[in-house]
């Protein structure tokens, strides 16, 4: 049935190369797990009608300094396009929050976050889609979240 979810984020400056390479490490982990093409692949089915490899959600992730959050006025928001059938979740997330914890606790309070985050925004825009099954979808996300958040998944953080 396709690929229904797109990620991707932004992430500034943490503080030291070695608060940089473990928030690098940790958010491209969560990343690449979720745009994961042979989950999306395998859970598809459950959630769509018709067959296309279409997005449905776009996920959009900045871990950004509280300092730059609040001078520049930025706040998480979400946004239905009807003409596409997809939502776009852009949410911040406070680098600072982060920066100094061990790696699994990053990745787990992240995991967390981001889940609650998402959960809230996809049962507020549930009924604008016209082809994704909402409610079917979040308990799929919590079980792959917390495969995350156990680093259960062996797929190796991309580049970018």
Not at 17 to 26: D, F, G
Not at 49 to 55: I, S
Not at 132 to 145: C, H, M, N, Q
Request: charged content about 35%; some cysteine; aromatic content about 10%.
């Amino acid at each position: 049935m396709g690929t229904f979810l797109k990620v991707t984020f932004e992430a500034r400056y943490a503080g030291s190369e070695e608060k940089n390479q473990k928030k690098s490490k940790v958010i491209r982990y969560i990343a690449d797990n979720l745009r994961d093409m042979p989950w999306q692949e395998s859970i598809s089915s459950q959630l769509r009608k018709v067959d296309g490899h279409h997005t449905n959600l776009y996920l959009v992730l900045r871990l950004f300094d509280i300092k730059d959050i609040e001078e520049g006025k930025l706040k998480s928001f979400a946004r239905y396009k009807k003409k596409e059938d997809k939502l776009v979740v852009d949410q911040m997330l406070i680098i600072n929050e982060y920066s100094d914890l061990p790696e699994d606790e990053m990745r787990i309070k992240m995991c967390d976050e981001i889940f609650e985050y998402v959960k809230e925004i996809l049962i507020k825009y549930k009924d604008r889609f016209q082809d994704f099954d909402v409610i079917a979808f979040i308990p799929l996300l919590k079980e792959r979240i917390e495969k995350i958040k156990a680093n259960e998944l062996v797929i190796v953080a991309s580049n970018w």
